[in-house]
């Protein structure tokens, strides 16, 4: 399945989208990768199966990720049914799979396909999907998922450079999960994320130098997304972050990037130079960081598709624990 926060997180990986904890982060991605977040359709992280995806802004305590679960199988897919998005579609038909629902999983992955489903990595490894492996349609939405990054790889000018782009992100998720589940106290694993938080910043500097920001046109809307992610899990070089922020900025008035993705990095720059952050993005010891214009926060938040700041917190509860930040 897919999942949110400055992580990402398997049915089709949301743990892409994330919060951005300091040093850490979709952000699926807020929590997002865990700062994270991608679409299905536009190809998200890869992953190994094992929960839901969620798209930003999508509640972690939604009743359909709350069903997958808890292994309720049938009540997961009557609820992703009811969405429309293609990350409920996969999700649904992971669902449809783990109850055995074999003609209804492969219809769902049928229309995921054609909405341009394009995550090959995720979906030969999720799990999820494990059972449909042996019937002879599963060949078919394979090939289906090829031929989109086939078509997708021809749209865009940088195809190996987003290829690269979503390489370091899955090192970058994959780093913090691990965190994540030490509780933030294992030596080695807050070593190695920040081993690879320095390797990402150098590589990201070598881009933009190269490049300007990389947008949507120049290596998709994932590696758009992943290059924010990197950049604001570049904790190490706030003035790195600032001038990517303006950067990041004319990208996304231009088309080229996601306002969301801006509002992430605003507020994580904000914060790091001591100012009051805009839209509550950034937690520290489970609480958010000071909110200018408190009052409104929520408005600004719903304006660029996040949900409530009680929402987030809850969220952030329980990707992080009362230690969120």
Known sequence: MNAVSDMLTPMKRVLIVLVVFAACKKDKQEAQPTQQPSAVASGSAPGSGSAPAMTPGEPMGDPAFAAYNAKDWAKCAELYAKQTTPDALYNGA????????????????????????RDLGHIEKDTDLASLHGDPRWAKVIEGVKANVTKFDASIKEPALRKELLALRDEDQAAREAAIKAGFKDTAAMERMKAIDTKS????????AKHGWPGKSLVGEDGANTAWLLVQHADADPA??????????????AGEASERDYAYLFDRVAVAEGKPQRYGTQFKDGKPQPIE??????????????GTMAEYAKDMERMYGSGAR
């Open 94 to 117: 992971c669902c449809s799979a783990l109850d055995g629902k074999k003609d209804d999983a492969f219809a769902k992955l049928d229309k995921v396909v054609a909405a341009g489903f």
């Open 201 to 208: 910043t150098t590589r990201m500097k070598e881009v933009i």
């Open 240 to 253: 790195f972050q600032k001038q990517c922020l303006a950067l990041l900025e004319k990208a996304y008035k």
């Open 293 to 306: 214009d408190e009052a409104n926060v929520d408005a600004r938040r719903k304006a660029i598709g996040l």
